[in-house]
């Protein structure tokens, strides 16, 4: 599932990931996902992760997942898809 309550989230915060060349992942390039919070709407529940000179090249390194998450990212390829409006990432 990837909707909770409240009591049942775990918040994740402030995770560097950093120098991270990945090569034929087998589900794709990454996934930043948070869940959904019943009853908090807008409730990030991944925040300040920063990702910092990432790369993922070959197979299925075009498919990339990010929603309900927040951070930094710097040098990283694929880019993360912005169409998710939960997906709030800066370049630095």
Request: glycine share 8%.
């Amino acid at each position: 599932s990837d909707q909770c309550y409240a009591s049942g989230v775990t918040a994740f915060s402030n995770i560097t990931v950093r120098n991270l060349h990945a090569h034929n992942m087998q589900k794709g390039a990454y996934v930043v996902r948070g869940l959904i919070v019943d009853g908090h709407k807008g409730a990030i529940p991944v925040q300040n992760l920063t990702l910092d000179n990432v790369t993922v090249t070959g197979h299925n390194s075009d498919k990339v997942t990010c929603t309900h998450a927040s951070g930094f990212v710097h040098n990283v390829h694929p880019p993360l898809d912005g169409s998710d409006q939960t997906c709030l990432f800066k370049q630095v």
